[in-house]
């Protein structure tokens, strides 16, 4: 897990989304897109829209690792699957309130 500092949490946060790159065998990117992110304790977590495990990026990323960027910067990062159920409640609560609070009115 990366220690991230605070200058570096509250890009994430104002962000929302990153730019997602984990390698491939050949450590070129798999995959090369914005994902929505959301920070929980002091972490960055990121979900792939079909299921976190069925996701190519997610198998790449847990095999070779990869990186992010986020306002500018670009962080060498592991990808760690989160079993923790309690973790896991606290991550979907964080990614719902961003939902709910970045909807545009029409």
């Known amino acids: 897990m990366a220690s991230w500092s605070e200058e ?5 946060k104002e962000a929302q ?8 065998d050949d450590k ?6 914005p994902v929505w992110e959301v920070t929980v304790d002091k ?5 792939g829209a079909k ?3 069925n996701t190519k990026w997610y198998q ?18 592991e990808y760690q699957p989160v079993k923790n159920a309690e973790l896991i409640k ?4 964080a990614y719902n309130k ?5 909807i545009p009115l029409t």
């Not at 989304?17 to 491939?24: K, M």
């Not at 790449?60 to 990062?77: C, D, L, M, S, Y």
């Open 8 to 12: 570096e949490l509250k890009a994430f």
């Open 17 to 24: 989304t990153l730019q997602n790159r984990p390698y491939s």
């Open 28 to 33: 070129s990117f798999a995959e090369d897109n």
């Open 43 to 47: 972490q960055v977590f990121i979900r």
């Open 51 to 53: 299921g976190i495990e």
């Open 60 to 77: 790449a990323g847990i095999k070779n690792g990869g990186q992010v960027e986020v306002a500018g910067k670009t962080f060498e990062v």
């Open 90 to 93: 606290q991550v979907t609560a």
């Open 98 to 102: 961003n939902i709910k609070t970045n």
